[in-house]
């Protein structure tokens, strides 16, 4: 599937926000986890989330994808398995490691594994942690990449962690650790990379009535007396998904209204705004949503996205407009995402005309005239989705392999015909 993007003029759109990726795959891990029945309302139904529960059920959980609700029969803390299980979790990262811990909780080993991208995608760090917790690892393929084979069960104690290539290393063993025989400590000896997805795994364990407490983001303890117990879940808004409109009102110019989302949202993509409001756009919210309005020329600045990993190639995109240069920083784990997102954004960007350099932590993007072109998404969903709102910008941008978009906002086409001539 291919799709060419015209230029378009000045926009006024009112979208709603799909619901958050993140919060959907957690809970859904929560409430198979769970004593009891859980009902989750609103979740995303996407590749990525599909294979969190197609392996929740292989894992033995009984689970029900109905419409607009799923709802899960928790297995109070451990699976159910009859035999060794093998998970394809094709190119989720999300999923694949989220899962990782929770073979800890089963009677028998788990495989895990994924697609060739992923086999690239490290998960070291990570199995190196769950040693001294009670497991045992062994990768058959490469080291410290997957596919890799789980054993052991959750023993817990405390264990040190490199949480610098993906906090969800961090949240794999965060969201495991309440069933542990022994209280889990995890201390992490330099900076989590997006450090705002802990507090996503956090606000979900506890809402299903875990404890945990941290100190910063240098240590964190979860409690075994609290275990989670089923309830009904509602999923947020995503701001990650959000930032395409917002973008597109800043980069095409007028305005763009995004609804449900919620305005104390820990998501650390929601700091997005507050790039576009020092670029010079005009960002309001309420209650249920949040409007973005561009009026004027847009300047560059300098801004750290390390807490705002998924909205770094959609700001890339504002600034290829601005007037003046524009730094973002904090960005060197994003090579290990669904595609080495900072070299890749960086090419495709010079490709259409752009002025780009890449550094150490840090993509510089400078004024240049731009024209369109035929990029290939690499099959990273958002890049085809960042490419998109620039290719409204500019026109005559083809984006290749555009369905794969599919794997964290299906309705993203069909949203943006409501611009399109």
């Given at each position: 599937?291919n799709?060419?993007?015209p230029k378009i003029?000045?926009?006024?759109?009112?979208?709603?926000a799909?619901?958050?990726k993140?919060?959907?795959?957690?809970?859904?891990?929560a409430?198979a986890l769970a004593?009891?029945?859980?009902?989750?309302?609103n979740?995303?139904d996407?590749?990525?989330?599909?294979l969190t529960?197609?392996?929740?059920?292989a894992l033995?959980?009984?689970?029900?994808?109905d419409?607009?609700?799923?709802?899960?029969?928790?297995?109070?803390?451990?699976?159910?398995t009859?035999r060794?299980?093998t998970?394809d979790?094709?190119?989720?990262?999300?999923s694949l490691?989220?899962?990782?811990?929770?073979?800890?909780l089963?009677q028998?080993p788990?495989?895990?594994?994924?697609?060739a991208?992923?086999?690239?995608?490290?998960?070291?760090?990570?199995?190196?942690?769950?040693?001294?917790?009670?497991?045992?690892?062994?990768?058959l393929?490469q080291?410290?990449y997957?596919?890799?084979?789980v054993?052991?069960?959750?023993?817990g104690?405390?264990?040190?962690m490199d949480?610098?290539?993906?906090?969800?290393?961090?949240?794999s063993?965060?969201?495991?650790?309440?069933?542990a025989?022994?209280e889990?400590?995890v201390?992490?000896?330099k900076p989590?990379?997006?450090?705002?997805?802990?507090?996503?795994?956090?606000?979900?364990m506890?809402?299903f009535g875990?404890?945990?407490?941290?100190?910063?983001?240098e240590k964190?303890?979860v409690?075994?007396r609290h275990?989670?117990t089923?309830?009904?879940y509602?999923?947020?808004?995503?701001y990650?998904?959000?930032?395409?409109?917002?973008a597109?009102?800043?980069?095409?110019?007028?305005?763009?209204?995004?609804k449900n989302?919620a305005?104390?949202?820990?998501?650390?993509d929601?700091r997005?705004?507050?790039a576009l409001?020092?670029?010079?756009?005009r960002?309001t919210?309420n209650?249920?949503?949040?409007t973005v309005?561009?009026t004027?020329?847009?300047?560059?600045?300098?801004?750290?996205?390390r807490?705002s990993?998924?909205?770094?190639q959609?700001?890339?995109?504002?600034?290829?407009t601005?007037?003046?240069p524009t730094?973002?920083?904090?960005?060197?784990?994003?090579?290990?995402?669904e595609?080495?997102?900072?070299?890749?954004?960086?090419?495709r960007?010079?490709a259409?005309g752009g002025?780009v350099t890449?550094g150490?932590?840090?993509?510089?993007?400078?004024?240049?005239p731009?024209?369109?072109?035929?990029?290939d998404?690499?099959n990273d969903?958002?890049?085809?989705?960042?490419?998109a709102?620039?290719?409204l910008?500019?026109?005559?941008?083809?984006?290749?392999?555009?369905a794969?978009?599919?794997?964290?906002f299906p309705?993203?086409?069909?949203?943006?015909?409501?611009?399109?001539?």
């Open positions: 599937m799709v060419t993007l003029g000045s926009v006024d759109m009112h979208v709603a799909p619901p958050s993140s919060y959907t795959h957690r809970a859904m891990i409430g004593s009891g029945r859980t009902t989750i309302r979740p995303l996407a590749q990525d989330t599909r529960l197609a392996a929740l059920r033995g959980v009984t689970a029900v994808w419409c607009d609700r799923i709802t899960i029969e928790g297995c109070n803390g451990a699976f159910p009859v060794e299980t998970l979790l094709d190119n989720s990262g999300t490691r989220l899962l990782t811990s929770l073979a800890l089963c028998h788990v495989t895990l594994t994924g697609s991208r992923m086999q690239e995608r490290p998960i070291g760090p990570l199995a190196d942690a769950l040693i001294p917790l009670g497991g045992s690892v062994r990768f393929n080291d410290g997957p596919p890799l084979e054993n052991g069960h959750l023993e104690g405390p264990v040190t949480g610098s290539i993906s906090s969800q290393f961090i949240s063993i965060l969201i495991a650790a309440p069933y025989k022994r889990i400590e201390t992490l000896p989590a990379a997006s450090a705002s997805y802990l507090d996503i795994t956090l606000d979900v506890h809402a875990a404890r945990a407490e941290r100190e910063g983001y964190f303890t409690s075994t275990h989670y089923g309830r009904e509602a999923v947020e808004g995503d990650s998904s959000a930032s395409y409109f917002f597109l009102a800043a980069i095409c110019g007028g305005r763009v209204t995004v989302l305005p104390g949202s820990v998501q650390g929601r997005f705004q507050n409001r020092e670029m010079g756009c960002v919210c209650d249920t949503s949040v309005e561009r004027g020329e847009l300047q560059g600045i300098t801004f750290d996205m807490s990993p998924d909205t770094v959609t700001l890339c995109m504002v600034a290829a601005c007037n003046s730094t973002i920083t904090g960005i060197s784990h994003l090579k290990f995402k595609s080495d997102r900072i070299n890749g954004t960086a090419d960007l010079l259409l002025d890449v150490g932590d840090a993509i510089t993007i400078r004024p240049a731009l024209h369109g072109g035929t990029l998404s690499g969903h958002r890049t085809a989705m960042s490419f709102v620039l290719g910008g500019i026109g005559g941008i083809t984006i290749t392999d555009a794969c978009v599919n794997k964290s309705g993203f086409w069909d949203c943006l015909k409501g611009v399109m001539p």
